[in-house]
């Protein structure tokens, strides 16, 4: 299916809807997850308008981000989660990383 871009994810990241950004680069932006499953629970939203992973780009951004917030907070232990089809509540690109450390 393509991309929608009525989803809040798509409205954070071009800042139609005030949220609290822990870090961004060219291609991501980190928010703490509102509905926290871990004591860490922040997502990596993408800047561009792509639904789920199955469309490829260059995640070398996620990755530094990631590593950005880990070392931030002192986060040592984590997952990285991304959710595809019917597991995806929001359609747009986003990867949870889960943390109790
Ligand atoms: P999923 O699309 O299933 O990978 O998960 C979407 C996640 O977005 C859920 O964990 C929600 O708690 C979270 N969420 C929904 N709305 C917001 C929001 N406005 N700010 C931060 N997190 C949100």
């Known amino acids: 299916m393509s991309y929608n871009s ?4 798509n409205k954070i990241v071009n800042k139609q809807i ?14 703490k997850d509102i509905n926290p499953k871990a ?5 990596f939203i993408s800047k561009h308008n792509i639904k789920d992973f199955n469309t490829s780009v260059n995640f070398d951004d996620l990755h530094s981000l990631i590593l950005e917030v880990c ?3 002192n986060i040592q232990d984590y997952q990285i989660i991304t959710n595809v089809g019917s597991y995806q509540e929001i359609p747009h690109l986003h990867f949870h990383l889960l943390s109790n450390n």
């Not at 870090?23 to 980190?30: D, G, K, Y």
């Not at 004591?39 to 997502?43: A, D, P, S, V």
């Open 71 to 73: 070392t931030n907070n």
């Open 39 to 43: 004591n860490y629970h922040f997502l």
């Open 18 to 31: 005030s949220t609290n950004i822990c870090a961004e680069n060219n291609s991501f932006i980190c928010v």
């Open 6 to 9: 009525n989803n809040i994810f």
